[in-house]
């Protein structure tokens, strides 16, 4: 079982920046058996979407097209985290993002919420214009 604590969500205006913060945790939990890290959005009435991921072994980004060149996912090895760093927010950025784990994709690439095994709860961004 593999726990995710998301944090830094918060409100911004337009133009403002957040920066997402998922820690990894649990006895079973290892960046050795972990294909991925990614980021999902939902904004209400929508469906969730992808926003960002990061692969973990090789550091290869992807990015929805609408953030790209705005928003940089990272990650730190040593604290099991990986970051989201929004910047240029718009009012359109406003949902619940959720961090979420791959342990091993095998059927679905990392922009798919299908690939991934363990998500986080969820944390408010909103963007006032």
């Known amino acids: 079982q593999v726990q995710l604590v998301e944090s830094g969500g918060g409100l911004v205006q337009a133009g403002g920046s957040l920066r997402l913060s998922c820690a990894a945790s649990?006895?079973?939990?290892?960046?050795?058996?972990?294909?991925?890290m990614g980021w999902f959005r939902q904004a209400p009435g929508k469906e969730r979407e992808f926003v960002a991921a990061?692969?973990?072994?090789?550091?290869?980004?992807y990015y929805k097209d609408s953030v790209r060149g705005r928003f940089t996912i990272s990650r730190d090895n040593a604290k099991n985290t990986v970051y989201l760093q929004m910047n240029s927010l718009k009012p359109e950025d406003t949902a619940v993002y959720y961090c979420?784990?791959?342990?091993?994709?095998?059927?679905?690439?990392?922009?798919?919420?299908?690939?991934?095994?363990?998500w986080g709860q969820g944390t408010q961004v909103t963007v006032s214009s």
């Open positions: 979420a784990v791959d342990r091993r994709s095998r059927l679905y690439t990392l922009e798919s919420e299908s690939a991934y095994d363990y």
């Open positions: 649990g006895r079973t939990f290892s960046t050795f058996s972990t294909y991925g």
């Open positions: 990061i692969r973990w072994s090789t550091g290869n980004t």
